[in-house]
């Protein structure tokens, strides 16, 4: 839905030049209209409405295509409105199941399953996008909703995101669970349960140690040759940028864990 303030703009053009298109329904519903319907009951105009006839295409298949001519998105944004359309295509999906020959009304659309694979290829299909890129969408939606609504919103790519859900998990390697490695003193000696948390805090840093190697071994393989003169490509200086911010943030990450264990 627009924001308030777009609401009311649509409803003042309306009540100036009357609506321009009509709301499309299906099956006495809403398909497509939503904001002119709410507009015309701000701008107190009597909405027109239009039915539609789809002819084969599915209802969200339709307003997909019609909404898309209408939004400038990103490859990630539009793979986030794919994860989004995929309970609708796969409910579609099911009903042409069930009313196929010998439809079994038990099979449901599981993750993994043949058809749910279907229903992933078909939304990024309609949205522009290759499978991989709904999938994981799909699987930030899951696991960092939060970090989902920053791509959803046009504020991250899916690729930008997948680099923080990496950062956050080498950070999370740091909060190793000391408890477990922890023993108790009634069956050792404090000195040795205290030998034990100190181990795992160097194999946290010696973890951080090998990112940064990895890193600086990155970036001099996208430097030129020192006795070439060779002008650094654009995709040579967004890589030199990448592992310079992989860089940056490792470093950082050390720092507030040596803060913290002091």
Same mark, same amino acid.
């Given at each position: ?27 006495d ?6 904001n ?9 105009v ?7 006839v ?23 944004q539009?793979?986030a ?8 295509l796969?409910?579609?999906a099911?009903e ?20 749910a ?16 890129y709904?999938?994981?969408?799909k ?23 997948k ?9 999370d390697e740091? %909060?190793?669970?000391?408890? @477990?490695? &922890? ?8 000195? !040795? #349960?205290?030998? =034990?948390? $100190? ?12 990112d ?5 071994e ?7 040759? %020192?006795?070439?003169?060779? @002008?650094? &490509? ?8 990448r !592992? #310079?911010?992989? =860089?940056? $943030? ?13």
């Amino acid at each position: 839905m627009l924001s308030q303030d777009e609401l009311q703009s649509l409803a003042d053009d309306i009540r100036a030049r009357g609506q321009l298109d009509p709301i499309v329904l299906l099956d006495d519903k809403v398909l497509d209209g939503r904001n002119r319907f709410e507009a015309c009951r701000m701008a107190g105009v009597e909405p027109k409405f239009e039915p539609i006839v789809l002819n084969g295409t599915s209802p969200t298949e339709w307003v997909l295509s019609k909404n898309l001519r209408r939004r400038q998105l990103t490859k990630s944004q539009a793979a986030a409105v794919a994860v989004e359309a995929l309970p609708l295509l796969e409910a579609e999906a099911k009903e042409r199941m069930l009313a196929g020959k010998n439809a079994d009304p038990v099979q449901i659309i599981e993750q993994g399953s043949p058809m749910a694979t279907r229903s992933v290829t078909q939304a990024g299909d309609l949205l522009g996008v290759n499978r991989q890129y709904v999938s994981d969408a799909k699987k930030l939606r899951e696991t960092a909703p939060e970090t989902y609504e920053k791509v959803k919103a046009g504020d991250m790519t899916i690729s930008e995101a997948k680099r923080e859900q990496k950062r956050v998990e080498r950070r999370d390697e740091l %909060a190793l669970n000391f408890e @477990a490695r &922890t023993v108790k003193k009634t069956e050792v000696d404090p000195a !040795v #349960a205290e030998g =034990l948390i $100190q181990a795992g805090k160097r194999q946290a840093l010696d973890a951080f140690v090998r990112d940064a190697d990895l890193c600086v071994e990155a970036l001099f393989r996208a430097m030129p040759d %020192a006795d070439e003169v060779v @002008a650094a &490509t654009a995709v040579q200086g967004k890589e030199l940028d990448r !592992v #310079a911010a992989e =860089l940056e $943030q490792i470093a950082r990450d050390v720092r507030a864990y040596k803060g913290e264990q002091k």
